[in-house]
């Protein structure tokens, strides 16, 4: 039998494959999430994606495997928003984002393994969003809420 692996620690994710019925275990992978020099953002969710579902293929014993990896950043005015690193980070993302047209761009990769090499299969998706202008007090109670805290953007 196939085992497949989550490679991400995200709840979001954990429930929407959960919500398929099929068995898996979570194992999120750790990759080093570093933009490099130039680059955007899809070519960072894409090469990120690819990295967390590589590194699930190779540190499991498993075969034959499936190994679902993913990766969600926001783009706005060209600048790449990850998950905040504090409450402070939360609040300047979100007036950034307030009364915005900004992108969400998630990579998702999926590495199978038996006894050959790996194949991958990896797509981006955007997704182009506004949002409505936000007063301080709002933004303000939403980082306070907790909610932005494990999102990126």
């Not at 600048?79 to 950034?96: F, I, Q, T």
């Not at 990579?107 to 050959?116: F, I």
Request: avoid cysteine; glycine fraction near 8%.
């Amino acid at each position: 039998m196939t085992t497949l692996i989550l490679a991400s620690g995200s709840p979001r994710r954990r429930l929407l494959l959960g919500a398929l019925g099929l068995p898996f275990a979570v194992r999120p992978a750790d990759v080093d999430e570093t933009p490099q020099p130039g680059e955007d953002a899809s070519e960072l969710v894409r090469r990120l994606a690819v990295a967390k579902a590589e590194a699930g293929v190779a540190a499991a014993p498993e075969r034959p495997i499936v190994v679902l990896a993913a990766d969600t950043l926001v783009s706005v005015d060209g600048e790449v928003l990850g998950k905040p690193v504090d409450e402070a980070d939360a609040a300047r993302m979100l007036r950034l984002l307030s009364g915005s047209r900004h992108q969400v761009l998630t990579g998702v990769a999926v590495a199978s393994a038996d006894d050959g090499p790996a194949r991958l299969d990896v797509e981006v998706e955007t997704t182009h969003v506004h949002m409505a202008t936000w007063t301080d007090q709002q933004i303000a109670d939403y980082v306070a809420s907790g909610e932005p805290m494990d999102k990126a953007g």
